[in-house]
DNA sequence: TGATTATATAAGTGGAAACGAATATATTTC
DNA sequence: GAAATATATTCGTTTCCACTTATATAATCA
């Protein structure tokens, strides 16, 4: 019997589920990529290098797992960040693995 | 050609490398419980009521990727955090998932 | 309307990850 | 030194993911 403050399961199972959900390669990729603007599917894959029919899966898992959303625009589809946890989360990891990409709230100082 | 800030793929690699790592319902538990404080084995069986076997096993993963470091005292090994990135990491989650859990960076102003 | 472009979906396959069962190793106690 | 406790490791099985190939749908254009 511990004192200690344990995480209800079902934030547990919810966070795992989320981490998986970018807890790969190419969707991190296009995460990082949306951070910047939304895009629409040909830019993804000419941006990642990615086949299509594996990236279009890719993307309608995240939006399945409300972490993307979709507007058809004619013929192409735009793809942005839906839920801003996501977003601020690949944040979080940029500025672990690359400190020097990521711009961070400015200092007010700099141009 | 897109004048877009590609983030180089080792980077991608090694993020998603660690995002796996936690994605794992009781990797995540162990490591929401080792947040508060090291802990040893059969603590952490009973905290999670996980298998010995399995939770062996994910420790030894974790401590394998450098998230955890174990030290032996006597005939219990106590586990820790290793890498503060992880933990910040965590925390991250928790204010996304449980914010009301994280006690966060006090205001100054409660007791 | 037929061809082309953009995207989605379905089906099949290969490989990795997770789990349980059994066993091994180290430490303590008697 | 034998039993008990704490933890690690190995092995086999199953389950889950990702990828490719092929096909479907929708929009545009000729």
Chains 1, 2 share one sequence.
Do not use: W
Request: proline letters at 5%; charged letters at 25%; hydrophobic letters at 40%.
């Amino acid at each position: 019997m511990s004192d200690l403050p344990i995480i209800p399961e079902d934030k547990i199972k919810s966070a795992s589920q989320g981490l998986r959900a970018i807890a790969h390669e190419l969707r991190l990729s296009v995460l990082c990529l949306l951070l910047e603007r939304p895009m629409c599917v040909h830019e993804l894959i000419e941006a990642t290098g990615a086949a299509q029919s594996n990236l279009s899966q890719h993307l309608s898992k995240m939006r399945m797992l409300g972490i993307l959303e979709s507007e058809k625009r004619g013929q192409e589809v735009m793809y942005s960040i839906a839920n801003p946890d996501f977003a601020e989360l690949v944040n979080a990891l940029k500025q672990i693995y690359c400190p020097e990409m990521v711009c961070a709230a400015p200092t007010a100082k700099e141009g």
